[in-house]
């Protein structure tokens, strides 16, 4: 029943007047939003406890990647890299800073220039092209998981 009030507080926070509106996610394909996964699936994933699992469903709802990786301060910076394969909080392109951009898996400095260099963003289709020059369709769609693009 928690998890349904929240997600309804959520909906109704999105659409409210004068919202920002909905943003553009990119599709989750191996990760979960840690905002939403049920505390039961987020202690079966690497490094998580039933603990730790039910301290960071207590801390929700993350506004940034930044925030959930404080909430998981207890794990060591290698175990968080290893959990973000899985668990993540979608990052706007347009305002992430350099270190919630590093935080996703497997990302170094040349992509990081290469996510700043492009903004603003305006839709997923343009990171899309933009990204896409660099990486190939299946790193593209792994990255994808990890941003979203605010709504206008």
């Not at 929240?6 to 943003?23: D, E, K, T, Y």
């Not at 996964?37 to 709802?61: F, I, N, Q, W, Y």
């Not at 959990?83 to 919630?100: G, H, M, R, S």
């Amino acid at each position: 029943m928690t998890t349904c009030i929240r997600l309804f507080v959520l909906a109704i926070a999105i659409l409210a007047p004068g919202s920002p509106g909905l943003a553009q996610t990119g599709k989750p394909v191996t990760i979960v939003d840690a905002n939403v996964v049920s505390e039961a699936d987020l202690a079966k994933l690497p490094h998580m406890t039933s603990a730790l699992a039910k301290a960071v469903v207590g801390k929700r709802p993350f506004k940034t990647v930044k925030d959930l990786d404080t909430a998981l301060n207890t794990l060591s910076r290698a175990d968080r890299a290893e959990l973000y394969v899985k668990l993540w909080v979608p990052i706007n392109l347009n305002t992430a800073t350099d270190e919630e951009i590093l935080l996703i898996p497997m990302l170094g400095n040349r992509m990081l220039r290469e996510f700043k260099e492009y903004r603003p963003y305006t839709s997923l289709a343009q990171f899309h092209r933009e990204i896409g020059k660099y990486v190939d369709a299946t790193e593209l769609a792994r990255l994808e998981q990890y941003v979203s693009v605010p709504a206008k």
